[in-house]
């Protein structure tokens, strides 16, 4: 919740934390086959960074931030869907 | 937006949680919810605790919606086992105040005797 980036509609959207930006090359490359890491209950959750809205402010969220706290991350098809 | 047109009209004062955009689903993808023929992330639902470690994970795909207080029970459960640092468990059905069992040698082959299969419904 730390900075609060201008508002605008091209805003970086989020990533995992520690990894590369991608680079116009990377994106029209073919896509590589990689090893899909599975999520597994008592390992760590990964951790990122993401463009966020909160009590009307738009500001940005990293989960390590929060890290001392219990958190639910729920994720959800579309806006104006059910949870 | 759409906490300014419905969501505040279901919790007054809006949402009082932030809420992520994952545009191109990176951070879905990592947690294995990201479904990239729809192009939209599943009803995913993660719980992680203090440390940073995920305790326990529920994934449905967007026609079902999830059960909040189920998940409400879940954290109340791994709390507990955290404050007790693992010394208590909780059986299946167990909601707060009700009986915890106590992992040992002394519980093997007797978790019948404390826990009974009514007690999933009390």
């Known amino acids: 919740m730390a900075d609060s980036p201008a508002i605008g509609c091209a805003r970086p959207t989020g990533g995992l934390v520690g990894q590369p930006h991608e680079t116009e090359e990377q994106q029209t490359a073919p896509p590589v086959k990689e090893e899909k890491k599975m999520i597994q209950v008592g390992k760590p959750a990964p951790d990122f960074a993401a463009p966020a809205y909160h009590k009307g402010q738009f500001t940005s969220f990293k989960l390590s931030d929060h890290l001392g706290k219990w958190i639910v991350l729920c994720f959800y098809p579309g806006d104006f869907t059910f949870v | ?122």
């Open chain 2, 1 to 122: 937006m759409w906490d300014d047109h419905e969501l505040s009209k279901m919790v007054t004062g809006g949402i009082p949680f932030p809420m992520l955009s994952d545009g191109g689903g990176k951070v879905g993808e990592a947690y294995g919810v990201y479904d990239p023929d729809a192009g939209v992330e599943n009803r995913g639902r993660f719980i992680i605790d203090p440390d940073g470690i995920i305790q326990g994970y529920e994934v449905l795909s967007p026609p079902v919606g999830r059960y909040v207080a189920e998940t409400i029970r879940q954290i109340q459960a791994f709390q507990l086992v955290r404050a007790t640092k693992g010394a208590e468990a909780t059986p299946s059905g167990w909601k707060p105040g009700k009986l915890t069992l106590k992992p040992g040698p002394d519980l093997v082959g007797k978790v019948w005797e404390v826990w009974k299969v009514s007690m999933e419904s009390e």
